[in-house]
């Protein structure tokens, strides 16, 4: 069974980074066959796709937020990590790493799921 | 970009049948996947490619799609299934490719 497990900080001063971690364990992300993703939720709102990431390390991101977002990994630590820079307080969201979609299906789903973390940007 | 609107809620007695609709420009067109978000938990997949579920997930969650709407059947709707749903697709054409819809509450009577 699959699990993940989002990392760092809770509270981000406003135009800093926010950096998070996620950690993968009962699978390991360099077998490959998925792409590792981020997903926000903003309070009470829906959910957002904010990019993922290959073991290779090739990454596509939203392109609404892809000039402040880098998706890195470290397989060595079967981990994958978020940055996001110059934050607002629109940024304030619940963040949830989880594994997918698929490699050979760039329409597939998104199947297993951290629990998320809230970070909160405010000074 | 493309918009997937879901009702904001539905309600529905214990027993009885629940209908999630998910309207999109041609949506038939699109793998339809479905999430159940329970409050303070991770979203769950229960329907993935319009109608096939994951192992665990009961019987009880159906899902079809063609034309502008894919619909998410919750059957014989039981407390534990009361929680808030999102339909996703993949539409390269968008400006955010993996699309979530609006939620929607199901709330048991």
């Known amino acids: 069974q699959v699990q993940l497990q989002e990392s760092g900080p809770g509270l981000v001063k406003p135009s800093q980074t926010l950096s998070l971690t996620c950690t993968v364990s009962?699978?390991?992300?360099?077998?490959?066959?998925?792409?590792w993703s981020w997903i926000r939720q903003h309070p009470g709102k829906g959910l957002e796709w904010i990019g993922y990431?290959?073991?290779?390390?090739?990454?596509y991101y939203n392109p609404s937020l892809k000039s402040r977002v880098t998706i890195s990994v470290d397989t060595s630590k079967n981990q994958f990590s978020l940055k996001l820079s110059s934050v607002t307080a629109a940024d304030t969201a619940v963040y949830y790493c989880?594994?997918?979609?698929?490699?050979?299906?760039?329409?597939?789903?998104?199947?297993?799921w951290g629990q998320g973390t809230l970070v909160t940007v405010s000074s | 970009s493309y918009v997937l609107t879901q009702p904001p809620s539905v309600s529905v007695a214990p027993g009885k049948t629940a209908r999630i609709t998910c309207g999109g420009n041609n949506i038939g067109s699109k793998s339809v996947h479905w999430y159940q978000q329970k409050p303070g938990q991770a979203p769950v997949l229960v329907i993935y490619?319009?109608?096939d579920r994951p192992s665990g997930i009961p019987e009880r969650f159906s899902g079809s799609n063609s034309g502008n709407t894919a619909t998410l059947t919750i059957s014989r709707v039981e407390a534990g299934d009361e929680a808030d749903y999102y339909c996703?697709?993949?539409?390269?054409?968008?400006?955010?490719?993996?699309?979530f819809g609006t939620g929607t509450k199901v709330t048991v009577l």
């Open positions: 989880a594994r997918g979609p698929p490699k050979v299906a760039a329409a597939g789903n998104f199947d297993y």
């Open positions: 990431i290959y073991y290779s390390g090739s990454t």
């Open positions: 996703q697709v993949w539409d390269s054409s968008s400006d955010r490719d993996y699309v």
């Open positions: 490619y319009d109608s």
């Open positions: 009962g699978g390991s992300i360099s077998s490959g066959g998925y792409y």
